[in-house]
């Protein structure tokens, strides 16, 4: 029966006459399993699907910053233009209408873009 395929020549029970060292490096190689690389044949849990929706989607998350950023920017821009300009009219001094524009602006667009990101 030397023709087989496969020979059973490192079977357990032929281990069993070997010498203590061999026995010793099949319980020790039987020890050694990579649990990572295990396939798990389950359906993913809730918090595992909530989890991937999470933190799986960082590019998205910083792609809706970014647009609710920019939304909130020309929003608070447009409103910091109307009252900077009716404050430089008041206190005669026309170097409010930037500073409340960019202030105003980046402010309400900060808080969009959380808004966009938590949405």
């Known amino acids: 029966m030397s023709d087989r395929l496969f020979s059973d020549k490192n079977t357990r029970s032929e281990v069993e006459g070997d010498s203590e060292e061999a026995k010793k490096f099949e319980l020790m190689s039987q020890l050694k399993t990579d649990i990572k690389n295990e396939v798990i044949d389950r359906p993913p849990t809730r918090m595992e699907r909530k989890f991937a929706r999470i933190f799986g989607s960082t590019a998205n998350s910083t792609g809706n910053f970014v647009m609710g950023f920019k939304m909130g920017a020309l929003v608070g821009g447009g409103f ?25 602006g980046v402010s309400f667009g900060f808080f969009m873009g959380l808004g966009m990101t938590i949405r």
């Open 80 to 104: 910091g233009g109307v009252m900077g300009t009716y404050q430089a009219i008041q206190m005669r001094s026309f170097m409010l209408i930037p500073i409340s524009m960019i202030a105003s």
